[in-house]
Each structure stands twice: as C-alpha cells, then as structure tokens.
C-alpha cells in the first residue's frame, strides 16, 4: 500500500525555521501539496508542486516565507518554512495525486488521494 511517510515537526520559537519532508513509498506521484489544519479549524492549502514540471503555488499567508521542493532521487518532498510564526502552529500534512490538476483545484483537499499522517508544528516563545 502507497504510503506518504511526514517527518521534521517541532516546537520552534517566532522567527525560526523547519524543514519538513514527504516521503512516498512505491511510487512517484505526479503531483505534491502540503496542508495544514490548526486547532478548531479547517484543513487549508499551503503550497503545490508538479513534482516533474517544477509549478509551485503557494498560499498567500506563507508565500515569500515557505518553499516546496523535491527530491527525485529519494522520492521526497519538503516543505523549507522560514520566519514562522505563532499563526502557523499546525498540524500540516503532505498530500499527492497520481494525475496533474488545473489551478483552480490545487487548494481543494477533495482533489487529493493520498495523505500523510501529519506532523505538528508549533511556533512559540
């Protein structure tokens, strides 16, 4: 069975940075996006990449302070976040498709059929 193994959470202090990597087992999915839900809210799209074609998306509350990349060789995906803050405490979660989408559905959790199991990420001081 296809997995989506998360790795990198950690209670880091307002400014800091964490790295967070996706790793698919048995496959390579065409395309990645990572989410995030914080407590007593919805799960939101925070960045999309076409793992060949190299598209990137990004919500605008993260965009300029996250990165998504990936590595082909170790069929991993990362998640570099930079200058977080106490707004960004979550629980975020990779996700993958076999199929490419059309940007007026990346952000939607519905178009994704592969999920990890979450890693929490708090900002705190």
């Known amino acids: 069975q296809v997995q989506l193994m998360e790795s990198g959470g950690g209670l880091v202090q307002p400014g800091d940075s964490l790295r967070l990597s996706c790793r698919a087992s048995?496959?390579?999915?065409?395309?990645y996006a990572w989410f995030r839900q914080a407590p007593g809210k919805e799960r939101e799209f925070v960045a999309y990449m076409t793992y060949y074609g190299g598209n990137r998306y990004y919500a605008d509350s993260v965009k300029g302070r996250f990165t998504i990349s990936g590595d082909k060789g170790e069929n991993t995906v990362f998640l570099q976040m930079n200058s977080l803050q106490p707004e960004d405490t979550a629980v975020y979660y990779c996700?993958?498709?076999?199929?490419?989408?059309?940007?007026?559905?990346?952000?939607?959790?519905?178009?994704?059929?592969?999920w990890g199991q979450g890693t929490q990420v708090t900002v705190s001081s």
């Open positions: 996700a993958a498709r076999v199929n490419r989408l059309v940007l007026s559905g990346i952000r939607s959790r519905e178009n994704y059929a592969y």
């Open positions: 048995d496959r390579t999915f065409t395309t």
